[in-house]
């Protein structure tokens, strides 16, 4: 069951002005790019409502166990993702996180850094999940 382009343009109208309602747009509009293909930003928002939040339990246990490979695994795998929505700035901070995972291990500022990653994408979860669906 995919998520209609229509309804997230109505739920934009919806939003008061701010980060929520810029954050949904610019996603949208990113997808929109990506690809001439009709429905494609339906199925690309689809496709993150099925995997992502999978991927956000599994990091969340791998930090539970402290098994610093599984979560370098598991970011890696959120990476690619981040820019293919058009969150370049997470995708960058993935990124510094990645490496200073490989560098330090779970060390107390890398602890913080997953969090924050996994806040990120519970945060897009949730403005997608909540436009209609």
Same mark, same amino acid.
């Given at each position: 069951? *995919?998520?209609? @382009? %229509?309804?997230?343009? *109505?739920?934009? $109208?919806? @939003?008061? &002005?701010? &980060?929520?309602?810029?954050?949904?747009?610019?996603?949208?509009?990113?997808? %929109?790019?990506?690809?001439?293909?009709?429905?494609?930003?339906?199925? $690309?928002?689809?496709?993150?409502? %099925? #995997?992502?939040?999978?991927?956000?339990?599994?990091?969340? %246990?791998?930090?539970? !166990?402290?098994?610093? !490979?599984?979560?370098?695994?598991?970011?890696?795998? @959120?990476?690619? #993702?981040?820019?293919? *929505?058009?969150?370049?700035?997470?995708?960058?901070? =993935?990124? &510094? #996180? !990645?490496?200073?995972?490989?560098?330090?291990?779970?060390?107390?500022?890398? =602890?913080?850094?997953?969090?924050? =990653? =996994?806040?990120?994408?519970?945060?897009?979860?949730?403005?997608?999940?909540? #436009?209609?669906?």
């Amino acid at each position: 069951m *995919y998520l209609h @382009l %229509q309804a997230i343009k *109505y739920q934009l $109208m919806n @939003l008061q &002005e701010g &980060e929520d309602a810029q954050a949904v747009n610019e996603i949208v509009t990113h997808l %929109q790019k990506s690809s001439s293909i009709d429905g494609f930003p339906d199925m $690309m928002i689809g496709l993150l409502l %099925q #995997t992502i939040p999978g991927e956000l339990f599994l990091l969340k %246990q791998a930090m539970k !166990e402290y098994h610093t !490979e599984k979560v370098k695994l598991i970011i890696h795998r @959120l990476k690619p #993702t981040a820019k293919v *929505y058009g969150l370049s700035a997470l995708h960058d901070f =993935i990124a &510094e #996180t !990645e490496a200073s995972l490989i560098r330090n291990g779970l060390c107390a500022n890398n =602890i913080a850094a997953v969090d924050k =990653i =996994i806040h990120q994408f519970g945060r897009v979860i949730d403005l997608f999940s909540n #436009t209609g669906r």
